[in-house]
């Protein structure tokens, strides 16, 4: 399963976290975990062009991160909300592949 959290303080979206695997078809072949992947990795690459200084984003062997180091950022708080809002479809649609949460 994918887990997903994301961090919210004082309404601030400042950490989203990304974990597993979905399991819901072969390696290689697995769709929910390709549109959670797929969404994420053109949010980072969004990030990495237009919010360079004010993200932080780690890739590991399957962990992925992006904090919000600038919590004023309007901008960049409505593209964490949208991304909140991408993934969370999909883990509607799929719960036994992926869940998300919020920690506040």
Do not use: R, W
Not at 9 to 14: F, G, I, R, V
Not at 42 to 59: E, K, P, R, S
Not at 84 to 90: C, D, M, N, R, S
């Amino acid at each position: 399963m994918v887990k997903i959290v994301f961090t919210i303080k004082d309404k601030k979206y400042q950490k989203l976290e990304m974990s597993g695997h979905a399991n819901a078809g072969d390696y290689g072949h697995d769709l929910v975990c390709a549109g959670l992947t797929a969404i994420v990795t053109g949010a980072m690459n969004n990030f990495d062009i237009n919010y360079q200084t004010a993200i932080d984003i780690a890739v590991t062997d399957n962990y992925i991160t992006i904090e919000v180091k600038d919590l004023k950022n309007n901008d960049l708080q409505l593209l964490m909300q949208m991304l909140k809002v991408q993934l969370e479809t999909i883990a509607i649609q799929y719960p036994k592949n992926a869940k998300l949460k919020e920690v506040h």
